[in-house]
């Protein structure tokens, strides 16, 4: 997402990978626990086969990077798993998510200001995405520690059921690519989705190349920002998709990067000797190449590319002007074109590269002008 054009809207999963899971109350929890330990192993034994024909049909499919149905991995949470739940359960019911973005060190949006081009890498992508949505319809009751414990959280669940079944990709690298970050961004997709029911939200979901200015896109922010994917929906577009994966990422300590080509946003794998990109609204794991993004979901011209600064790795300074444009995005849509003037103009000090942040703060401060002027000539204008 850049510069205030639209996210793609197309190609969102809707939760491909489903899983019925056991219904655990507290007064059960180790009693399953225990139960699912001494049975790990044969449901593992078990799935082989399947896992197998999983691999096959993941090669069938190599440019739309489908993801077979990798359910057997969580068919038995295990002791950690177990404790994870119980420490989660602990913690809200202590009131830990009572706690929001007024406390101590975390910014909000009236202090977003005291972040200068170049810096920001001090505040989390979390925190810095959830003060932009602020005030904004859709995004009542954001509690940003709340937000950071789920991520946390989420993360944790990553890490087991990665190191879980890490010994797959040691035992047939060149079924996951010989890339151990490709197997570990498969495995970041799969909890996400299988575990945690993210997905695209429908309603926002068009073909490449098309929508319109005021078709509702920006109406709910918590779409377009973190909070639809952290609540009970957990649903969400390619403006708030790609933040997601980075932010969980980011606590596994993947180098993990924020990208944009116009009207969309996605993911790079930066560091440790690998680079690639990830399209988060896809379903299953998808890497495209950096020429697939000069033409989807909107074609762009050398000029363009050079003009707005796409297809390059973000830094945190560069992300907040992103989630700054969003913000934009929506106050304009509301009719707050002075707002959104403000918010574009934010995103241009912080962003100077990108050129059309500056001219959108400068065409939406012209508009307001004359839609303050008119509203002054009918209050004068006799009845």
Known sequence: MRHGTKCCRCFGGDGLWR???????????MQNCHEREGTTARREGASEARFGQS?????????????????FMHAGLGQGGCQLLLATILLL??????????????????????????????????????ACAQGLPGSSGVDLLAAEDTIRSWAERVRTETERHLYRFQRNPADYENSEAFFRMLMLTV??????????????????????????FFSDASVVFLPGLLGSRREGTCS???????????????????VTTKGHLFVRWEGNGERFNIEATVRGLAKYDDDHYRHWPFEITPQEEAAEGY?????????????????????????????????????????????????????????????????????????
């Open 19 to 29: 899983l019925a899971w056991e219904e655990l109350v507290v007064k059960s929890m």
């Open 55 to 71: 691999k096959q049909d993941a090669r069938r499919h190599p440019v739309r990077g489908a993801m077979p149905d990798y359910g």
């Open 93 to 130: 019911m202590t009131g830990a998510c009572s706690r929001n973005l007024e406390e101590p060190g975390f910014l909000s949006m009236d202090r977003l200001d005291t972040i200068q081009p170049g810096t920001g890498a001090n505040h989390s992508l979390v925190n810095l995405n959830l």
């Open 191 to 216: 909890v996400l989705t299988e575990d945690f029911k993210v997905h695209y939200q429908q309603e926002r979901r068009i073909a490449p190349g098309s929508g319109g200015s005021n078709d509702g």
């Open 240 to 258: 708030s998709m790609p933040v997601l994966y980075v932010a969980v990422g980011r606590k596994l300590g993947y180098p993990l990067k924020l």
């Open 311 to 383: 297809l390059k790795s973000l830094t945190p300074s560069e992300e907040l002007a992103v989630f700054l444009s969003i913000r934009a995005m929506c106050q304009r849509e509301a009719g707050h074109a002075a707002d959104a003037a403000q918010s574009f103009a934010a995103a241009s000090r912080l962003a100077p590269g990108c050129a059309s942040y500056r001219m959108t703060a400068e065409r939406l401060t012209t508009e307001a002008s004359a839609q303050k002027l008119t509203k002054t000539q009918q209050h004068q204008s006799p009845l």
